[in-house]
Nanobody, 123 residues
Framework: QVQLVESGGGLVQAGGSLRLSCATS????????LGWFRQAPGKEREFVAA??????SYADSVKGRFTISRDNAKNTVYLQMNSLKPEDTAIYYC??????????????????WGQGTQVTVSS
């Protein structure tokens, strides 16, 4: 099993930046695909970014603004968020799944989830 704990959320002005962290434990960190999802009030949870081996994938809405990365020594995955917009406001969740996932974009492909961290972007 894998345990995940997100941190780094907060309130930021539009155009600003935040870096979210997801600390993991339980199994070998590099044995999992890692993803970030978000859920805004009244909306369904949506894919944001994912990392597997050296490959990354991003939702069109965040491509060019967000960057997913990892620090293997710290067993931590990050989401660097730049040029934030009010529509980025959501609870952000990190997730872990098997490396051989067919699609990194689908919520149901992931087995483990963190508790989420709130990101609020003001106009």
């Amino acid at each position: 099993q894998v345990q995940l704990v997100e941190s780094g959320g907060g309130l930021v002005q539009a155009g600003g930046s935040l870096r979210l962290s997801c600390a993991t434990s339980g199994r070998t960190f590099t044995s999992y695909a890692l993803g970030w999802f978000r859920q805004a009030p009244g909306k369904e949870r949506e894919f944001v970014a994912a990392l597997r081996w050296s490959s990354t994938s991003y939702a069109d809405s965040v491509k060019g603004r967000f960057t997913i990365s990892r620090d293997n020594a710290k067993n931590t995955v990050y989401l660097q968020m730049n040029s934030l917009k009010p529509e980025d406001t959501a609870i952000y969740y990190c997730a872990a799944g098997r490396l051989l996932l067919s699609s990194l974009h689908q919520e149901y492909e992931y087995d483990y989830w963190g508790q989420g961290t709130q990101v609020t972007v003001s106009s």
